[in-house]
């Protein structure tokens, strides 16, 4: 604790004088017990936090991140037909400073990203089992080269929490991006469903959902940030419903059943203030939106709850080909219950199958990544995703309840939005084929780098404020 105290140093000169001498440390050890960090630093971790290679590599990482969830490359390439490999600029720093800085080691303090190396390694294990070898090899060496680094990168190179803090903020500026490639770039598909004239990972509505769902409470983290200014914070108010009318004009329909499980999330975990918030939020969404969304993006997200009707028959046909492709996934899985079809041939082998039966395949996914898991990598990838996804969200669960226990709101916002964030894209991903897409590794990583920093930093602010109060006898004159 630095040079010892005693409890005289604590009291003003001649108003008031302590019985006892000794010293604070021996005075307070029994009414004050001090815990121990949660997660302890290394004397290496002491050097790689003030490596100026580490942070140029961490920033390099927000550069990477922001690439690819903003779809900035895609949307350029799209519209110049020209490459311009934004992602070369950031990625190979950002993945050479985890190599060499001890990113990796970091990300594997925790179970979650061990998990889903496991899945990785099953992939692989999967290949010489596939349907079409060749295209499974391909797809696993991508996935090796520029979705699996991000665990790592976002796992690994921030230390601090002023760096997780960096990260958040460039999670929102992801969806202020997002929202302005809508607005600048948006169409309507025959159905009047909200699209983007470009592919990409947001090319399809229902990715375009799913990926709003995701970085929005990034959005709300920001407002909930006092220490930036209350007139930013009001101004992103309005972008948050705007973002919610989007997720809703994508009239995508498990989009729909994710921000409902957002909003029930948001009443069970919130502060009191904040359910009273949330409450109003659902009311003025639920009252003025649906006024704003053409009448066929209405029909069809209430194909959900209704009967078939002749208005309806693109969203019904829509439902028997999820149902259908479902019930082939599942049979598959069943099938090939080790390694699947292999990685990335469902629709392959499907189609295969059912014109080898004298039937129409689909050759669609299986708009569901958990199914899509199961049946292209077995049974055994599916459990080391389940395990990776409920080890991180646990892990952040566990941070967030300590930080309200101690009262760290910043760290309290900063798991609830977290959590928001992927409550919303893993229930709208239950009917999507994005298992083998950036996202989830991505969230894995910064779940272990956003707790362990947290732990520290509140075990670090911990320690001081425990011994600055001590209970202590005073004798006044």
């Not at 390694?339 to 990335?344: N, R």
Request: charged share 15%; glycine share 8%.
């Amino acid at each position: 604790m630095g040079r010892m105290l005693t409890s005289k140093a604590l009291l003003p000169r001649a108003e008031a004088r302590v019985e006892s001498r000794k010293p604070l440390a021996l005075a307070t050890s029994a009414s004050v017990p001090l815990s121990r960090p949660a997660a302890k630093e290394t004397v290496q971790d002491q050097i790689q936090r003030e490596n100026p290679l580490r942070k140029i590599a961490f920033y390099a990482s927000l550069g990477f991140l922001f690439v690819r969830l903003s779809a900035i490359s895609e949307l350029l390439a799209f519209y110049t037909h020209i490459n311009f490999y934004l992602l070369y600029l950031f990625a190979p720093f950002a993945i050479l400073g985890a190599l060499t800085t001890g990113g990796v080691g970091r990300t594997f303090r925790h179970s979650a990203p061990r998990y889903w190396v496991a899945f990785f390694g099953w992939m692989i294990l999967a290949t010489p089992f596939s349907f079409w070898k060749g295209d499974s090899i391909s797809m696993v060496i991508g996935y090796g080269r520029l979705v699996l680094p991000m665990l790592f990168v976002l796992g690994g190179l921030a230390m601090t929490w002023k760096e997780i803090r960096l990260v958040f903020y460039t999670l929102a500026l992801s969806a202020l991006a997002n929202l302005a490639t809508v607005q600048l770039f948006t169409g309507h598909d025959e159905s009047g469903r909200i699209t983007l004239d470009a592919s990409g990972n947001m090319g399809n509505s229902n990715d375009l959902g799913a990926q709003l769902l995701l970085v929005l409470p990034f959005l709300l983290f920001v407002i909930l940030d006092r220490t930036k200014s209350k007139a930013l914070r009001v101004s992103l108010l309005p972008l948050i419903a705007y973002g919610a009318w989007v997720v809703l004009g994508t009239a995508s329909r498990g989009c729909m059943i994710a921000m409902a499980a957002m909003f029930l999330f948001a009443l069970w975990r919130a502060t009191p203030a904040q359910r009273v918030a949330t409450l109003a939020m659902g009311v003025v969404i639920a009252t003025a939106i649906p006024l704003f969304l053409p009448g066929s993006v209405l029909t069809r997200l209430s194909s959900l709850f209704s009967d078939k009707r002749p208005e309806t028959v693109e969203a019904d046909e829509s439902s028997a080909t999820r149902e259908y492709v479902l019930r082939q996934s599942l049979s598959y899985t069943a099938q090939h219950p080790l390694f699947g079809v292999g990685p990335g041939q469902f629709p392959n082998y499907e189609g295969h199958e059912s014109t080898t039966e004298g039937k129409r395949g689909t050759w669609k996914v299986t708009h569901n990544f958990l199914t899509q898991v199961s049946s292209e990598c077995g049974v055994p990838a599916l459990i080391f995703v389940l395990l990776s996804l409920g080890s991180a969200l646990l892990l952040v669960n566990r941070t967030y309840l300590q930080a309200r226990k101690k009262g760290f709101k910043d760290i309290a916002n900063a798991c609830f939005c977290y959590q928001l964030g992927m409550v919303g894209y893993v229930c709208s991903i239950i009917f999507l084929a994005q298992a083998y897409h950036f996202y989830l590794p991505t969230m894995i990583g910064l779940a272990v780098s956003m707790s362990l920093v947290a732990m520290r930093h509140m075990s670090d602010q911990e320690i001081p404020s425990a011994v600055s109060a001590p209970s202590l006898k005073f004798a006044v004159r």
